[in-house]
């Protein structure tokens, strides 16, 4: 029998992964499809929210094939209750060390955010020519930390290092003598010119970047997050913002946005204020990436079914 295979975000997916796909199974591609009962196996990216009610839907579903590192748009105990195995990037560390688009757009964030690049053309935009009202920050010699030296962490830590900072991290799990580590946060906070969140999110470290986090950066800091938006508390970062105890921020997450709400208070803050810069989960989405990272689910996916087959 062959898999009838959904997927629910088919914007620019790979033709190669299409193709690998279709030698096991009927491929089809809408998120809206009416026959859900039907179907075996489910793709997705970041856009949709996999959650128990979603899921249910399915009820011949058993598998999942996400392009990600990251699973928090996915109701895990939901799979693993009804036994649906998922395939993702996740602990893919040799393969993942090809893929640089998230460490590239943490790079352009802390430049955009530093040189206020963003208000800058919007002003030329609306007719203007006044540099004096857009004097940033050099980036040499000044320092940053990185919080969470995995694969993101160690590659921004290398970029920043080639730029002339001074950079530092916070890592429990990791020992790289080419930067310096702290063992305390506090110690570790307290002198940084940037802070970059690189951590994964977990319900440990849900919100870990709140107010009393917050509260240990030295003022006119900059904070840059293109982990997840969940490990972050938005209302403590606003508050910072306002107040001025935050230079600025630039992150590429916010909370539950598979949910996406134009009201959020980040998105109706940034509208007035340059020192929040917000982009749409941008991390992995370049053209590239995608198709490799498509490619190497889809043949993760196809090698395993051909394996079960022989068995």
Not at 23 to 40: A, L, R, T, W
Not at 194 to 200: E, L, P, Q, T
Not at 231 to 240: D, G, P, T
Not at 254 to 274: M, R, T, V, W
């Amino acid at each position: 029998m062959k898999l009838n295979i959904l997927n629910l975000e088919s914007f620019n997916y790979s033709v190669k992964a299409k193709k690998l796909l279709k030698k096991i199974g009927n491929y089809k591609e809408s998120f809206y499809i009416i026959k859900k009962k039907n179907i075996h196996v489910l793709i997705c990216r970041f856009q949709n929210k996999l959650n128990k009610k979603y899921l249910s839907q399915f009820i011949k579903l058993k598998f999942i094939l996400t392009n990600t590192t990251g699973l928090n748009h996915i109701d895990l105990n939901y799979c693993k209750k009804k036994k649906i195995k998922i395939f993702s990037l996740k602990n893919q560390t040799k393969f993942l060390n090809s893929i640089r688009s998230t460490a590239e757009l943490y790079l352009a964030l802390i430049l955009n955010i530093s040189r206020k690049i963003p208000s800058a053309i919007n002003d030329v935009q609306n007719g203007n020519w006044n540099r004096n009202k857009f004097i940033g920050n050099n980036l040499f010699k000044k320092k940053i930390g990185i919080l969470g030296l995995g694969r993101n962490g160690s590659l921004i830590a290398g970029y920043c290092k080639k730029m002339g900072m001074d950079v530092s991290y916070y890592d429990k799990n990791v020992q790289n003598k080419s930067y310096k580590k702290f063992k305390n946060l506090e110690s570790f906070l307290k002198k940084l010119d940037y802070i970059v969140i690189c951590i994964n999110y977990s319900e440990d470290n849900h919100k870990f970047i709140n107010k009393k986090f917050l509260n240990l950066l030295p003022k006119y800091n900059y904070l840059i997050n293109c982990s997840r938006g969940e490990v972050l508390c938005e209302k403590s970062l606003i508050s910072h913002l306002k107040k001025n105890r935050l230079k600025g921020a630039a992150i590429d997450v916010i909370h539950d946005e598979q949910n996406f709400n134009k009201n959020n208070p980040l998105i109706k803050y940034s509208k007035n204020n340059d020192n929040l810069i917000i982009t749409p989960h941008l991390g992995g989405a370049t053209y590239e990436s995608w198709q490799m990272t498509e490619e190497f689910i889809a043949n993760l996916f196809v090698k395993y079914v051909k394996k079960k087959k022989k068995s």
